[in-house]
């Protein structure tokens, strides 16, 4: 009878204990996150949030020409998407993220978001390498997207400004560094987070989130964001707008084309945010390229992309390396990413 009650006793203490850590709003919060399958509204960060924070000029006044040449120097082996050159990649960029203190928007409240790609095969088509899939190999490799941002006052929209990181390895013995394609892209969408979080410090806090996004395996057919329109870690419904960054520092400073499905108001603000500086921009999207902005184009969230206009030059070639990049002209892709921002984020 004694024993009977004393356990009595325990299974309540027990209970006393569970339930309450049960009902705890972190734990509810997990499980609606699993049950929805996205982020919970949890993003509604202290207003003080960036106030304690410190990060050192060093880290600030990073240009996108040490990303450039971070990211293309040899052992980083021409970040083909599914190799160890990738990886480094990512170890890199969350380097980076983590510096500027920027939140995680991808899979389970980190940084990366991992998919699956499969094998493929190079091929010289008009002297450029291109992958194509690869039918005698059936096996699939990893690839990542990463996802890192500054939350705004409202959480509930985002503007995401993204880049291809990965690029098409070694092939026949010979390094394709990409340094334009796309190091160039993903220099500038750091360069420009870094003056926001610059912002951020300053005790400017935007309205909506600003998301940086690089994307996995476009080479290989937009295979990263494709992945994350179809899972994606942020609801389409509340992407305001994507701006894509890719191939943009080669050629003369002023020569800048856009890819976008159709004349949405993106192309319009860019061209504005253009045009105060006296350049002119077009949309080309009629020769038939595309990058990234094609995966949300076709989900219905306004994208666009930013290109140099001369951009085939020594693309998908072991030339395209740092001498290809025109300093000058990446400092103005930045300006004006950083000025678009600006105006969609206010
Ligand atoms: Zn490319």
Redesign the pocket.
């Known amino acids: 009878m004694k024993s009977r009650r004393t356990f009595l006793k325990m299974i309540v203490g027990l209970g006393a204990f569970f339930v309450p850590w049960t009902l705890a709003p972190g734990v509810w919060a997990t499980k609606l996150e699993a049950r929805l399958s996205r982020p919970p509204v949890l993003l509604q960060i202290p207003e003080d949030y960036w106030r304690d924070i410190a990060i050192s000029p060093q880290i600030l006044n990073r240009k996108a020409l040490e990303d450039i040449k971070a990211l293309s120097d040899p052992h980083l082996q021409g970040r083909r998407a599914g190799t160890a050159g990738e990886t480094l990649a990512l170890v890199y960029l969350e380097g980076q993220a983590k510096d500027l203190h920027l939140f995680a928007f991808g899979e389970n409240k980190n940084y990366w978001q991992m998919f699956s790609i499969p094998s493929m095969a190079e091929k010289i088509i008009n002297n450029r390498a291109l992958f194509r899939p690869d039918e005698t190999d059936h096996l699939l490799n990893p690839a990542a997207n990463m996802l890192a941002g500054i939350v705004g006052k409202n959480p509930e929209k985002t503007v995401i400004i993204s880049a291809?990181y990965d690029?098409?390895g070694v092939y026949m013995g010979k390094l394709y560094p990409?340094a334009n394609?796309?190091a160039s892209g993903v220099g500038c969408v750091l360069e420009v987070m870094r003056r926001l979080v610059a912002d951020a410090l300053g005790g400017y806090r935007p309205e909506i989130n600003i998301v940086a996004a690089f994307w996995g395996a476009?080479?290989m057919g937009f295979l990263g964001s494709e992945h994350f329109v179809k899972k994606p870690t942020i609801p389409l419904s509340n992407i305001h707008a994507v701006i894509n960054c890719?191939?943009v520092a080669n050629g003369q400073k002023d020569d800048f084309s856009l890819w976008a499905d159709q004349d949405n108001f993106l192309v319009k603000a860019m061209q504005k945010a253009a045009g105060n500086y006296g350049v002119d921009i077009k949309n080309v999207s009629g020769e038939g390229h595309h990058?990234d902005e094609i995966s949300f184009a076709a989900a219905g969230v306004p994208a666009v992309t930013l290109l140099s206009k001369e951009w085939l030059d020594k693309?998908?070639t072991p030339k395209d390396d740092l001498s290809l990049i025109n300093s000058d002209k990446l400092d103005f892709a930045c300006q004006l990413v950083y000025d678009l921002i600006k105006q969609l984020a206010n």
């Open positions: 291809h690029h098409l990409g394609d796309n476009e080479e890719d191939t990058s693309n998908h």
